[in-house]
């Protein structure tokens, strides 16, 4: 994983778009993003440890690749791209291939998150973001769910979404912010 701030251009959202600054996993935790790397052989009891810790008790595959989803591809692509905000973590493996997620900080700036195969990520639910594959135009992953496999994005403006205000108030209550 790599984590930098976006670069705000205007162009295929699929290149890099790296800006200088580099994002610590530090500072995504700070924000309530968890991350790990796990890919040696053990990688499954690795990630059903963590899903054991975090009481994850469902899964799911989802593979984002035009062969695999055929004409809606595009589609598909558009919805994940659209900023929103999930009232349940989103818990993904990536199991193979490469992709961005791109989530606002504070100052509501984007941060890209550059995920590749071994990685877990948690985003907490009521943080804005968007996802999206990279040239490579492949993704399999890996979905954990706390309660039954469900996927339901609520475009921003979501600022009044009690889960929303709940992200931000434990934010607040961490000490890291005002
Ligand atoms: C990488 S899984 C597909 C995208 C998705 O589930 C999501 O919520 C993007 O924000
Ligand atoms: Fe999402």
Same mark, same amino acid.
């Given at each position: 994983?790599?984590?930098?701030?976006?670069?705000?251009?205007?162009? %295929?959202?699929? /290149?890099?778009?790296?800006?200088?600054?580099?994002?610590?996993?530090?500072?995504?935790?700070?924000?309530?993003?968890?991350?790990?790397?796990? %890919?040696?052989?053990?990688?499954?009891?690795?990630?059903?440890?963590?899903?054991?810790?975090?009481?994850?008790?469902?899964?799911? &595959?989802?593979?984002?690749?035009?062969?695999?989803?055929?004409?809606?591809? &595009?589609?598909?692509?558009?919805?994940?791209?659209?900023?929103?905000?999930?009232? %349940? /973590? /989103?818990?993904?493996?990536? $199991?193979?291939?490469?992709?961005?997620?791109?989530?606002?900080? $504070?100052?509501?700036?984007?941060?890209?998150?550059?995920?590749?195969?071994?990685? $877990?990520?948690?985003?907490?639910?009521?943080?804005?973001?968007?996802?999206?594959?990279?040239?490579?135009?492949? $993704?399999?992953?890996?979905?954990?769910?706390?309660?039954?496999?469900?996927?339901?994005?609520?475009?921003?403006?979501?600022?009044?979404?009690?889960?929303?205000?709940?992200?931000?108030?434990?934010?607040?209550?961490?000490?890291?912010?005002?």
């Amino acid at each position: 994983m790599r984590a930098y701030f976006h670069d705000n251009v205007d162009s %295929d959202p699929k /290149e890099p778009h790296e800006h200088l600054t580099s994002v610590t996993p530090e500072e995504l935790k700070n924000l309530g993003v968890l991350y790990w790397h796990f %890919d040696g052989d053990d990688y499954l009891e690795k990630v059903n440890g963590i899903a054991k810790e975090r009481n994850y008790k469902n899964r799911d &595959e989802i593979t984002v690749s035009k062969e695999a989803l055929g004409d809606s591809y &595009e589609s598909k692509l558009k919805i994940f791209f659209q900023e929103h905000l999930h009232e %349940d /973590e /989103e818990i993904r493996y990536i $199991l193979d291939g490469s992709g961005y997620f791109d989530v606002r900080d $504070l100052l509501d700036r984007w941060i890209r998150i550059a995920i590749v195969k071994g990685d $877990l990520i948690v985003l907490p639910a009521g943080i804005y973001h968007r996802f999206i594959v990279d040239t490579n135009d492949y $993704l399999k992953a890996l979905r954990l769910f706390k309660e039954e496999p469900k996927w339901t994005p609520i475009n921003r403006p979501a600022d009044d979404n009690p889960h929303r205000l709940g992200y931000l108030q434990s934010l607040r209550d961490s000490g890291l912010y005002k």
